[in-house]
Structure formats: structure tokens, C-alpha cells
């Protein structure tokens, strides 16, 4: 969302190592959207059981090259897979 905002600038643009899956791309956005410290949250937003976030997030994080959940949403703006398009206004509480 800080970038939406404006609070943080875009990245430049990467290319994306390979191609995110489904699940993948529903990881990234629920990450993006939601607060990462709840699991319940990004397991809803996705429309996955919460107990399989830890197992799919770790794939993902591998997949992106992507030190953690914070780090992986800066690359996903990187890689122009988020946009403000995709996030226009901050989602509701």
C-alpha cells in the first residue's frame, strides 16, 4: 500500500525470473493487500486454508528470489506484476 500512496517510489522494472502460478499470484496480491502478520487475513484474501500459507510462501519466496514477505511484494512491483491498477485504494479493515 506505501506505494499506492506515494509513500515509496516504484522500482525500476525487472524481469521476472519465470512465471508465478495461480496460487502465486494470488499469494502476491494477498500480501500486498492484506496485513502479513495475519495469517487468516492472506489465507482468506487467497482462498487457501490458513495452515497451508507457511508451505506455499516458502515456494513463493524461493520462486521470487525474495529475502521475505516485504521483499517479495517490492519485487512484484519490480517485476510490473502489481500495480496501482491492481491496488487503487487501501482495502477495507
Same mark, same amino acid.
Given at each position: 500500500m506505501s506505494v499506492v500512496t506515494g509513500e515509496l517510489p516504484l522500482p525500476e522494472l525487472l524481469s521476472a525470473p519465470t512465471l508465478f502460478d495461480e496460487m502465486g499470484r494470488?499469494?502476491?496480491?494477498?500480501?500486498?493487500?492484506? =496485513?502479513?502478520?495475519?495469517a487468516n487475513a492472506i489465507a482468506r484474501h487467497a482462498g487457501i486454508d490458513q495452515f497451508d500459507i507457511p508451505g506455499n510462501t516458502a515456494r513463493l519466496l524461493a520462486k521470487a528470489g525474495a529475502d521475505n514477505?516485504?521483499?517479495?511484494?517490492?519485487?512484484?512491483?519490480?517485476?510490473?506484476?502489481?500495480?496501482?491498477? =491492481?491496488?487503487?485504494?487501501p482495502p477495507p479493515t
Open positions: 494470488l499469494l502476491l496480491r494477498a500480501y500486498a493487500l492484506r =496485513d502479513a502478520a495475519s514477505e516485504t521483499h517479495l511484494i517490492r519485487l512484484r512491483h519490480a517485476y510490473g506484476l502489481l500495480t496501482t491498477v =491492481d491496488v487503487s485504494t
